[in-house]
């Protein structure tokens, strides 16, 4: 396969799971098509189904079965899946008639308006139960974290003071919530930490020695990934579990990482920049960290994995990769050349789903969609 100079692509990747450290896997790449004829698209979210969610021509749109589906609006010109469960139901946010933006859930075929007239809102998570998270906001009024459940729309506690400002990005089986708050430090001024929501109480998980943090993802067990500042103001990945945050190790020769997923084995995964800016998918686990770009075949030497990022469900680990390729965009659905019958069944086994989507540094709006499966 010949190399593409620029672009970024977008990619789906599955794989029983053994040791990724020890084992290479090979990929096919399929196109997964763009909306209104286009050949670009941005992908945000995947189920265990395979459902892809994420925007294209400026409309939400689903991908299940090798047709993207356009999800419409609520009036308005534009809008966003920001996350799907696996009922197939997505939440998102939309342009309105009236030029407003609101949160949006998609059953059924059909999008229904979870905003209120008036304000701002956004919907960022739902889980099995058909809890969904998100923020709202008004004007001269700061975001703030909610949950609708039952159609009903709950607010959320901030760090304080009341009204400095939330937003919720995830929700887990059990109605944990995970996203950022504002607040103020004793003697520092203003903050932003990662938080958790648990039975309506929220939670500063604090932070690697810095005064910011940010949450990014949670799995079943609780434990919640992101990134923190650290004490010479550098950003690190983390894992929050049992109620400690741990700075995930980074590749050699990183200075800045972050981390955007996690299931419930506890592994991890994000991305790793060094100090020229250039940045390396990563996944870590039982204490260390792997470079993704070791798991491409040599026919994808051109390729680089630069992150990923995605939803965690069940005992699979689905993340979304972006890979960054000298050449052309290309939107492509890698297949594993190992056949997964040959890999026995085991407890303490995951297999893994990476989904992204590649930028064209030269038109940033353009993206494409693809992804790479076993």
């Not at 609708?148 to 919530?177: F, H, K, V, Y």
């Not at 995964?269 to 990563?282: C, H, I, L, P, T």
Request: with cysteine.
């Amino acid at each position: 396969m010949s190399c593409f100079r620029k672009g970024l692509v977008v990619l789906l990747l599955t794989f029983a799971y053994a040791s990724l450290a020890a084992q290479r896997r090979a990929y096919t790449i399929v196109d997964l098509g763009g909306l209104s004829n286009t050949k670009f698209a941005h992908v945000t979210h995947i189920n265990d189904s395979g459902q892809v969610t994420g925007v294209s021509a400026n409309h939400a749109f689903l991908w299940e079965n090798g047709v993207m589906i356009d999800l419409g609006t609520l009036g308005g010109d534009f809008s966003l899946a920001n996350g799907i469960n696996d009922l197939g139901q997505i939440v998102g946010e939309s342009k309105t008639l009236g030029g407003e933006t609101h949160a949006f859930l998609w059953d059924r075929g059909a999008m229904s308006d979870l905003g209120t007239l008036g304000e701002t809102s956004s919907a960022n998570g739902i889980n099995n139960h058909g809890e969904i998270v998100g923020a709202i906001s008004s004007k001269n009024v700061r975001g703030s974290a909610v949950l609708w459940r039952n159609r009903q729309r709950l607010s959320l506690a901030d760090l304080g003071p009341t009204g400095s400002g939330s937003t919720a990005l995830a929700i887990n089986a059990n109605g944990d919530i995970t996203g950022i708050s504002s607040g103020f430090a004793s003697s520092s001024g203003g903050v932003v930490r990662a938080v958790v929501w648990q039975g309506g109480t929220i939670r500063d998980i604090g932070t690697l020695g810095g005064m910011h943090s940010t949450a990014s993802a949670l799995n079943d067990l609780g434990d919640v990934v992101g990134w923190a500042e650290t004490a010479n103001h550098s950003s690190d990945a983390f894992l929050w579990h049992g109620g400690v945050m741990r700075n995930l190790k980074s590749l050699a020769g990183s200075v800045e990482s972050q981390s955007f997923a996690v299931n419930r084995l506890v592994q991890v995964v994000g991305s790793s920049s060094n100090s020229k800016g250039e940045s390396r998918a990563v996944i870590w686990e039982n204490g260390k960290s792997t470079d993704l770009n070791d798991l491409v075949t040599a026919d994808h030497s051109c390729s680089r994995l630069i992150s990923l990022y995605a939803a965690i469900l069940r005992v699979e680990l689905r993340l979304v990769a972006e890979q960054q390729k000298d050449g052309l965009l290309r939107k492509r659905l890698r297949h594993s050349e190992r056949r997964a019958a040959s890999q026995p069944e085991s407890s303490n086994r995951a297999r893994v789903t990476k989904i992204g989507c590649i930028e064209d540094p030269v038109e940033p709006s353009h993206q494409n969609a693809c992804g790479f499966c076993r």
